[in-house]
């Protein structure tokens, strides 16, 4: 029988592969697609425990994070395009310009 | 029983396309495997009865936000980051530490579980012939409780519309 | 054991045969559509089309598909192989998997979700990817420039075709398709009379999402080669070629099943309006005394041997169309009928729509680009929002009295939204006109 342990467990996980990925990637798109995994494992949480408690609010708060993940990749990657049109680099390393 | 073969099924291939997601060299091939982890992601939504969220997580998470991201990768050219170490430094220094994290939230987890009541991870779920249509529910709730969120959350949309489009100008 | 693993697996097998109809037939519809149009495009333009390959050119579909399976596979040098062979496959499973929860007739649908209409336009979405990563994959700037033109023309319609389905889904009152189609036999009419606007806002967009003229630049021939198709050859282009049309027939379905009435037949409650029954065989009928007259005409035997065959096909199908209408009451024949006919008036539809989209290929010039984006955002975008706002306000005031309504008639309500989504239409195309330059008198 699936409980919520196995969604806490799986939702963990996705997790701890999402912060992997943003603390150890260079590459700044990688890294903003690892965030968006996170989001994710969020939202996995939050429909499991809204369908255990049969409430309609977890599933409400996942939509508004989905809008947030939305808007914030939006600006994140306009970031990366107006920063490689100046650097030409995507590498997290290079983006040194204020370092002394 | 198909309940169990549906979130293995879907777990596993979320679990899997996420290591894929964060060690493969090519930017693109990332991608499609966030995609095929996102999909998994709603496939569980749709195990877990809320099919307004699984489409929800398709039209706006698949096709939308991931068609951004690859539109992104080939507008940047990514060819020269290939060639360079895909992984910091001290990699294996910060991946402990995430993972060391990962477990201390599974210990907390544990925990909980041996010092709550069993009844409280054994919960039955509703079954499935006493659920409302999970639309009529989202639907209802976003209009009525929750409009002051649900107003916000289109200015935020229309603030990060305006700012991506000036970020990622021309300047002329 | 055993009976446990059939009660697993009984209620699936009707669905199971419904897919394998649908996967097996569709590729040889759509092969036939390619048929239409080039016989429809060479009738506009005062030729005859291929009549070579079969009698007036019946087997040309096939003669293409046999080449381009024997054809040679080409991969050029230094694409990205896995996601080369993977962009074609996303394609036409997007395309394919769309016509699940299409209803084809009372019976026939492989599953009725309850967000059917989203999960449509959710699958539209999934269509962009084999595109954006076909022309990626093809290692050519071209190819790249092509697939992002494509997407982002499918992304701009996207929005606007939704919005368009979602003032027709306001009349349904919910987001399954079957039900839908049941709320227009409720309602007594087809809902593209309480939503003229969005039908036809719908009918643009569509034609925008499936890359048809006039919105084809991006696969134009005399553009980009062939834009994110170019360097795919032999069975891997048959698949984006399939995808396409596959596409086609799937907006006409999304359009037959909101706003025509699905599988109902014209009149569906009326009792006046029964000789509508009689005219699916009278049109068979038609076909096969017709196939039988050009028969001697044609000037191979083996073509001679097709028309009858054609005919004999057309005979039976006007057969089986036939016995559920003269079947006495309530035996198994008259409890067909829904269903037989149901699919007739289906595919009907289907094809008065797609006859539209060729219409309009060969009638009306290409948009550029730049066109193309500025009438999907400042002008489709605009009045699909006010069409939404509008059907809201009509719902509303036709809302009986105790409902929270004003009880007004439908048909006021209507025109009234109808108007207003007009007026800003023409203010919008007031606005958004390019005054040409006017040229300078020459000097002498």
């Given at each position: ?23 150890t ?45 939305a ?30 | ?27 693109v ?20 009865r ?24 080939m ?11 895909q ?24 925990y ?12 039955a779920?509703?079954?499935v ?30 603030v ?13 | 054991?055993?009976?446990r ?59 293409d ?15 990205d192989?896995?996601?080369f ?71 701009s ?44 806002l719908?009918l ?17 021939e ?25 596409n086609?027939?799937?907006v006409?379905s ?38 039988v ?23 039976l ?56 984006m ?6 489709l ?64």
């Amino acid at each position: 029988m699936i409980s919520i342990n196995h969604y806490l467990v799986l939702s963990l996980a996705l997790f701890t592969i999402g912060v992997i990925g943003v603390v150890t990637r260079r590459n700044v798109i990688i890294i903003l697609m690892s965030i968006e995994l996170i989001l994710n494992a969020v939202n996995i949480n939050l429909v499991a425990f809204s369908r255990l408690y049969g409430s309609v609010n977890g599933q409400i708060f996942s939509i508004f994070i989905i809008t947030d993940a939305a808007a914030e990749a939006a600006v994140g990657l306009g970031i990366i395009i107006a920063f490689f049109r100046n650097r030409e680099t995507v590498l997290g390393d290079e983006m040194d310009l204020l370092k002394g | 029983m198909a309940d169990t073969i549906l979130f293995y099924f879907f777990g596993g291939l979320a679990v899997l396309s996420a290591i894929l997601v964060v060690t493969r060299r090519n930017a693109v091939h990332s991608a499609v495997f966030l995609v095929t982890a996102l999909l998994a992601t709603a496939g569980l939504f749709l195990q877990l009865r809320a099919e307004f969220l699984f489409i929800v997580q398709v039209i706006l998470y698949v096709g939308g936000i991931m068609v951004l991201f690859i539109f992104v990768i080939m507008l940047v050219n990514l060819d020269v980051a290939m060639r360079q170490a895909q992984f910091n430094r001290a990699w294996y220094v910060w991946g402990l530490l995430a993972v060391a994290m990962g477990a201390q939230v599974y210990v907390v987890f544990h925990y909980a579980r041996m010092q709550t009541s069993a009844s409280f991870f054994n919960q039955a779920v509703a079954p499935v012939e006493q659920l409302e249509p999970n639309t009529q529910l989202v639907g209802q709730a976003l209009f009525s409780t929750y409009m002051l969120p649900f107003e916000i959350a289109s200015i935020l949309l229309l603030v990060a519309m305006i700012g991506a489009v000036v970020m990622a100008k021309k300047r002329v | 054991m055993l009976d446990r693993l059939i009660e697993f697996f009984k209620p699936h097998v009707w669905p199971l045969v419904f897919a394998i109809v649908i996967v097996a037939l569709v590729p040889l519809i759509a092969g036939y559509i390619v048929l239409l149009e080039r016989k429809v495009m060479a009738d506009m333009q005062a030729r005859l089309g291929p009549m070579r390959v079969g009698p007036h050119g019946l087997l040309q579909p096939i003669a293409d598909a046999l080449k381009l399976l024997l054809k040679e596979d080409i991969i050029p040098d230094g694409a990205d192989k896995w996601i080369f062979w993977l962009a074609p496959l996303l394609s036409v499973t997007a395309a394919m998997l769309a016509m699940s929860v299409i209803p084809f007739g009372p019976v026939f649908q492989i599953a009725d979700l309850n967000v059917g209409i989203l999960f449509l336009l959710g699958i539209g979405s999934m269509g962009i990817y084999g595109i954006v990563l076909g022309g990626w994959a093809s290692n050519s700037h071209y190819s790249l420039l092509g697939a992002l033109r494509s997407s982002a023309q499918l992304v701009s319609y996207e929005t606007a075709a939704g919005m368009a389905i979602v003032s027709g889904l306001m009349f349904g009152g919910t987001l399954s398709t079957r039900a839908l189609v049941q709320a227009q036999l409720d309602s007594h009419m087809w809902f593209f009379i309480c939503a003229p606007i969005g039908f036809f806002l719908y009918l643009v967009a569509s034609i925008a999402e499936t890359n048809r003229a006039p919105f084809d630049l991006p696969e134009a021939e005399s553009e980009l080669v062939a834009g994110y198709m170019t360097e795919y050859s032999g069975f891997r282009w048959a698949l984006y070629f399939l995808a396409e049309y596959t596409n086609m027939i799937v907006v006409a379905s999304i359009a037959t099943t909101l706003f025509l009435g699905g599988w109902l037949r014209p009149f569906p409650n009326a009792g006046w309006a029964g000789f509508f029954d009689y005219i699916p065989m009278l049109l068979m009928l038609l076909v096969a005394g017709y196939c039988v007259y050009r028969a001697p005409k044609q000037p191979v035997q083996i073509q001679k041997l097709v028309m009858y065959g054609v005919a004999g096909l057309c005979a039976l199908l006007a057969i089986i169309l036939a016995l559920p209408v003269f079947g006495s009451a309530g035996s198994i024949l008259a409890a067909m009928k829904p269903g037989v006919h149901g699919a007739f008036w289906f595919l009907a539809k289907v094809t008065l729509y797609l006859y539209v989209f060729l219409w309009l290929r060969f009638t009306v010039p290409r948009y550029r680009f730049d066109q193309l984006m500025s009438l999907g955002w400042h002008f489709l975008i605009p009045i699909s929002i006010v069409n939404v706002l509008g059907v809201g306000i009509a719902l509303y005031l036709h809302r009986s009295v105790e409902e929270g309504g004003k009880g007004w008639p439908l048909a006021a309500s209507i025109i009234l939204t109808i108007l207003a989504t007009l007026a800003v239409a023409a203010w919008l195309a007031k606005r958004n006109e390019t005054k040409p330059a006017l040229a300078e008198p020459e000097k002498f």
